[in-house]
């Protein structure tokens, strides 16, 4: 009874981002991520790994991490259309870090999980599999149904840690600041760069090459949403310090980057912010970490 009453409520206030994001102007709504999408919810209850730099003759490709020299970044928008969480534009400076160049898969997940330090998924289905996290055929899909909890741990497991906010942007958008991983233009058909509704269901980390960020980072846009270090708040940007900003609100809300696979062919600015309550699992909502390094 207790758990149909708080669906009761939260559905009350939900509803998708992609109609609270971009509401008509004059009507600035927050960024609501919607928790009844899979309709389960997680109450909750090291390694040494070093960043995988491309070795002599190597394909940088297949290294497991891109290093982001530190440097400024124009982070958020000023766009008239863009939400007032997204503003104002503004510069930060962000030492050098690491990032992984692709989301955490079910199969790198498993190995943390095996040991006992991380918890399984709470759903092993995704939206199309119901053996989604143990069917080899999907072990190189983005791990879904983990909580922030969840992710954390795991990027502690790996001896990394969840990216900042603004790590996460700078890696999608480059050091121009584009509106896009991919650049500043949006095609008018169905981009190849991007995993979206039309495709059912989420993809192989490794897929939509055409997407990849300026720093060679794949699926910042589309395939999972992605948790981030910080905890939201919605005027964070106009108060936020120049250098190395993380939001500690001491809420339970969690900034989660990049849409998904969930949802329609719409507009995808790289700067759009989103939240989610850190309990929150659902079949489009995953992560990757990052790691603290000097170049």
């Not at 503004?90 to 190995?111: C, M, P, Q, S």
């Not at 509704?197 to 794949?218: I, L, M, Q, R």
């Amino acid at each position: 009874m207790a758990k149909n009453l708080i669906l009761t409520l939260f559905a009350a206030v939900v509803c998708p981002v992609y109609l609270c994001a971009f509401a008509p102007a004059g009507q600035q709504a927050e960024p609501t991520f919607d928790p009844f999408a899979s309709g389960s919810f997680y109450e909750a209850g090291s390694s040494d790994t070093e960043p995988k730099e491309a070795a002599d003759g190597e394909d940088p490709e297949e290294s497991s991490m891109v290093f982001i020299p530190e440097s400024p970044f124009i982070m958020g928008s000023d766009d008239e259309t863009a939400p007032g969480y997204t503003k104002p534009a503004h510069e930060v400076f962000l030492k050098g870090f690491w990032i992984d160049r692709y989301e955490v898969t079910n199969a790198d997940f498993a190995k943390c999980a095996e040991t006992g330090f991380c918890f399984s998924p709470r759903d092993h289905s995704s939206a199309s599999h119901p053996d989604y996290y143990t069917n080899p055929e999907y072990a190189d899909h983005p791990v879904i149904h983990v909580d922030w909890h969840q992710a954390n741990a795991y990027c502690t497991w790996a001896g990394k840690r969840l990216p900042t906010e603004a790590e996460w942007e700078k890696a999608a958008r480059g050091p121009e600041g584009a509106v896009y991983p991919w650049g500043n233009d949006l095609p008018e058909e169905l981009p190849a760069q991007i995993n979206l509704f039309e495709a059912g269901d989420t993809a192989p980390v490794n897929s939509h090459p055409e997407g990849k960020s300026p720093y060679g980072v794949y699926n910042m846009e589309g395939n999972v949403w992605e948790w981030t270090a910080d905890q939201y708040d919605r005027f964070y940007y106009s108060k936020s310090p120049y250098e190395n900003p993380r939001s500690v609100t001491g809420g339970n809300d969690y900034v989660i980057r990049g849409y998904s696979w969930a949802y329609p062919f719409h507009r995808y600015e790289i700067s759009a912010r989103n939240s989610a309550y850190v309990m929150t699992h659902t079949y489009d909502l995953g992560f990757r970490c990052a790691k603290d390094g000097n170049g």
